[in-house]
């Protein structure tokens, strides 16, 4: 089964960056639909952006476009999540999830997932 690790997270102040790394293991790295979502204190799972290792643009929920940018290295079997432009808003718990072989690869099916990762605290501070 595919395994997920997640790596990155820090404390920043607003205006700064970061850079999130999702190792995965456990699958051999083909067609894959991967993404990340986050969840702040008392609320609800939110999608971040997702991508399609088989070919396709990648997306980006409204509120990071512009300032998120997701990517992968094959090669090394990770995704990651470069956050710039950092807002105090962007705090949360970030969760790499990942679908197999899917037939669609999209926010929905990346959150009907069985394949998530343990998460990386962000905190931004003003």
């Known amino acids: 089964s595919v395994q997920l690790v997640e790596s990155g997270g820090d404390s920043v102040q607003a205006g700064g960056s970061l850079r999130l790394s999702c190792a995965v293991s456990g699958y051999t790295y083909k067609k894959l639909c991967m993404g990340w979502f986050r969840q702040g204190a008392g609320k609800e799972r939110e999608y971040v952006a997702h991508?399609?290792?088989?070919?396709?643009?990648?997306a980006y929920h409204d509120s990071v476009k512009g300032r998120f940018t997701i990517s992968q290295d094959n090669a090394k079997n990770t995704l990651y999540l470069q956050m710039n432009s950092l807002k105090t808003e962007d705090t949360g718990m970030y969760y790499c999830a990942a679908d197999p072989a899917p037939a669609v690869c999209s926010s929905r099916t990346l959150r009907s997932s069985a394949y998530w990762g343990q998460g990386t605290q962000v905190t931004v501070s003003s």
């Open positions: 991508v399609y290792n088989g070919g396709g643009p990648s």
